[in-house]
């Protein structure tokens, strides 16, 4: 049946499939987080646990996971949609528990695309000690305006460290405020970006500026950390490193 044919035939069912159709995640933004989990995995950012999302390019109300699968293992088809509730949407399986810190981030922050919760064991220090995070290199200028730390027991005094349901979610989302990462006490560590790309490249480099600062911090005397308006002041172009890293990817098979 043609297009004219469907349109005479049934209005409604063909307004309703074109719709539809424009709610259709694009291929190439599936294509990116499946890179994105990928990536992390290769760099060794996540293991068998962490997860990436994407805000829906369609659908702003809803974003897109992988179902609860380890992301080295992450293809197109373990790609599926939820809702700012972090409920399922057509069908999907239900995804990692955790799917709550994208979904509230989401919720608050119209400005972020991407979101990558991980557990690099760099980081960690920085969210049980009163050492703070700071920008040590330019290529982690954005950590020069603040990283701060979720403290779950402010919302749950006693629980499993998760961030497993909307009300934890809605906790993180408003320590993380206006800032492209912040530490979870005891768990890792949240960074968002406008895409894909600057979201998976903060987690990286996040985790580099970790390892940096506590070299910096053991050689001991004072430290001449990025200023935060240095970090404002930073490039956000990282296509460079996440070409190589699609690379690497490729040539490493997975």
Not at 216 to 225: F, H, V
Not at 242 to 250: C, D, E, I, Q, T
Request: charged content about 20%.
């Amino acid at each position: 049946m043609n297009r004219r044919t469907l349109l005479a035939a049934a209005p409604a069912a063909y307004f309703a499939s074109l719709r539809a159709l424009a709610q259709t995640p694009s291929r190439a933004l599936i294509d990116d987080l499946v890179f994105a989990n990928h990536i992390l995995s290769n760099e060794g950012i996540v293991d068998g646990y962490g997860h990436v999302s994407a805000r829906h390019d369609s659908n702003p109300n809803r974003f897109l996971l992988a179902r609860s699968i380890a992301p080295a293992l992450v293809r197109a088809e373990d790609i599926f949609e939820y809702d700012l509730d972090g409920k399922p949407v057509n069908g999907a399986p239900v995804s990692y528990q955790e799917r709550f810190i994208h979904s509230e981030i989401y919720r608050v922050r119209q400005d972020v695309q991407s979101v990558v919760h991980d557990h690099s064991p760099a980081v960690l220090p920085f969210g049980i000690s009163n050492i703070p995070m700071r920008s040590v290199f330019h290529m982690a200028h954005f950590v020069g305006e603040g990283v701060p730390v979720f403290e779950i027991r402010t919302v749950a005094r006693e629980s499993n460290m998760l961030v497993n349901d909307a009300a934890r979610g809605k906790a993180l989302a408003a320590t993380l405020g206006n800032k492209p990462a912040v530490l979870l006490r005891g768990h890792g560590a949240v960074t968002v970006g406008p895409s894909v790309l600057i979201a998976v490249a903060r987690a990286v480099y996040l985790d580099l500026n970790a390892r940096l600062q506590q070299q910096a911090m053991s050689l001991g005397g004072p430290l001449n950390y990025l200023s935060p308006e240095e970090g404002k002041l930073g490039a956000q172009d990282y296509e460079r490193s996440w070409n190589l890293w699609k690379v690497k990817v490729a040539t490493s098979g997975k």
